[in-house]
């Protein structure tokens, strides 16, 4: 086979396997299962979700943030938190999450939910000062009275959900 016959082969061959993808594409079904991608439009309109601490309910509003959107789309999820600063709960998720719009806030509110680089969530659990650390805001507890006493001083579980 010459040059030219082999370059015409791959290229018919090309078209055909182009021109045949459409006839792989399935529509969707209403009784079918729901799908990451309506869970994600499901989280993109969420506007509040739920964090329960040892028992306790505490209701947040999210941020207008994509790494809120981003996380929101995860939930539920239920976090080992570890204690730092005598102020904040803290995970590494291992999971990127948008860092578009990390300032350094200050003060720093208990019931703040905010992002840390762009894989710590972290729970503020005590208001105070903050001139050097950029975070990005997840949610904000709309009533934080008695957080500190739920998350106590050590390690704790935290489980993240849309609110009910």
Known sequence: MTWRRVRAVVVVAFLLATLGLPACVTTSDASAP???????????????????????????????????????????????????????????????????????VSPIEAGDLMLYGDDNVVLFYST???SQWSYVPLAKVDDPSGIAEAVGSGSVTVTFSAAN
Request: no cysteine; proline share 1%.
């Open 128 to 130: 105070h000062a903050n």
């Open 34 to 104: 729901i799908t990451e991608t309506s869970t994600s439009q499901e989280a993109s309109t969420m506007d509040s979700i739920d964090i329960d601490i040892n028992g306790q309910t505490f209701s947040a509003t999210l941020s207008d943030t994509e790494a809120a959107r981003q996380f929101a789309a995860r939930l539920p999820m239920t976090l080992d938190m570890n204690e730092l600063n005598g102020n904040e709960k803290y995970y590494g998720t291992g999971t990127a999450y948008s860092t578009a719009g990390a300032s350094v």
